[in-house]
């Protein structure tokens, strides 16, 4: 199964259905269902805006998986600023900024450790392996 590490907080932020656009420099033609990877470091300045514990979330670990349906690509700062509820980020417009556009995310009960991965990656990853059935 396909798979992306997330750093945190974001990685949370699209568990827990806050964040539905992520942001990437980079475009895929991939659309289905991924697992998401939270990477072992958190953004300490992020998670403190957003009142997430670094600590309490899970790091270097599968955490869970969301359903990637399409691509956006920003053509403009108006465009971002546009969608900002949905991708959270900072700051102004980025140079060749693309969205994945998620829905239907689902955390595991217990992460499953393990090292992530630039871009997307496989994993192989049974129903049913850790204590959810994903």
Not at 40 to 45: E, I, L
Request: charge should be positive; charged fraction near 25%; hydrophobic fraction near 40%.
């Amino acid at each position: 199964m396909k798979c992306l590490s997330i750093r945190q907080p974001f990685a949370e932020l699209i568990l827990s259905g806050r964040k539905t656009i992520e942001l990437r420099s980079w475009s895929t033609s991939f659309r289905g269902w991924f697992l998401i990877h939270a990477s072992g470091r958190a953004d300490a300045t992020a998670c403190k805006a957003f009142g997430i514990d670094p600590e309490a979330v899970p790091r270097g670990a599968i955490a869970g998986k969301a359903f990637l349906y399409d691509v956006k690509e920003y053509g403009n700062g108006r465009e971002f600023a546009l969608d900002r509820s949905r991708h959270l980020a900072a700051g102004g417009y980025p140079r060749q900024r693309y969205g994945f556009m998620l829905k239907g995310a689902e955390r595991l009960a217990r992460p499953a450790g393990m090292r992530g991965r630039l871009g997307f990656f496989e994993v192989e990853w049974a129903r049913g392996e850790s204590n959810s059935d994903l």
